[in-house]
């Protein structure tokens, strides 16, 4: 009966190291999986709450005069939402937008002009896919400002066309650059254009990069803390088996 009790503790012990690995195991994929749900909702809220702030500061007056925050908005869109959602949401909200001012305020819209818009912001939403948010906030920030360039090209060479400049090289660079007479000189919008990109892309990628770090930091020191935790409880907990040389081992056999 003696090397039966002696026997079983052993077996004692590793029943209850495996329970115990169980239950911290299981505890662990909780607290990451909770984790993991907070990031993916800090990932899609921020964005969204970018584009309801874009869609407020659509109001006439709101902005200084060929300044927006369209374009980076396309870009980060791109950059931070899930595929589908990059598409819909900015291109929805810009064209809910655009509906309102023309109704409401505006009183006439080209369409020329609406394809050629939404074709540079489609451009722009494609240019943060291919990027991606992992790059770092350098790379990031140069990607909004070519959009911001890749939006005036696109946009003015649309004006060039279907206004009176003439159908030639010569044409196309005065639209880009003096405009026509009796109106501002559009190198004006494309300043308004560059620095807007820039500065708005800058802050929303900024914005995000420090949600990244947050969500990060409690990460790893749990981890940390996990690791620290286990190899504790492994240390603590006393062996059971019969050490060599112990008589005991040998009324067992």
Not at 68 to 91: E, H, K, N, Q, V
Not at 156 to 162: I, V
Not at 198 to 216: N, Q, R, T, W, Y
Request: charged letters at 15%; aromatic letters at 12%.
């Amino acid at each position: 009966m003696k090397g039966a009790s002696i026997l079983t503790s052993p077996l004692q012990s590793a029943i209850r190291n495996s329970q115990f690995a169980i239950r911290n195991s299981h505890s662990s994929c909780h607290r990451r999986r909770l984790r993991y749900d907070g990031r993916v909702k800090s990932k899609i809220l921020w964005p969204l709450a970018l584009i309801l702030i874009f869609a407020l500061s659509r109001w006439p007056g709101a902005m200084p005069q060929n300044f927006s925050a369209a374009y980076a908005l396309c870009f980060c869109a791109g950059l931070y939402l899930p595929r589908r959602l990059a598409w819909t949401i900015p291109l929805g909200v810009m064209a809910l937008t655009d509906l309102a001012l023309t109704l409401f305020y505006y009183h006439d819209y080209s369409l020329l002009t609406f394809a050629a818009n939404y074709t540079a912001y489609a451009a722009l939403i494609g240019l943060g896919c291919a990027l991606g948010g992992k790059r770092s906030f350098f790379a990031l920030l140069g990607g909004g400002i070519l959009g911001a360039i890749l939006f005036y090209l696109i946009s003015n060479t649309a004006c060039w066309l279907s206004m009176g400049y003439e159908k030639t090289l010569a044409g196309w660079f005065r639209a880009l650059t003096t405009g026509m007479p009796g109106y501002p000189p559009t190198w004006e919008f494309f300043r308004g254009t560059l620095l807007s990109g820039g500065i708005f892309s800058g802050l929303f990628v900024g914005a995000m990069k420090l949600s990244e770090a947050v969500d990060e930091a409690p990460v790893e020191e749990e981890e940390g803390e996990e690791e620290e935790h286990g190899a504790e409880t492994e240390e603590a907990e006393p062996s059971l088996s019969p050490a060599a040389g112990d008589p005991r081992a040998g009324a067992s056999s």
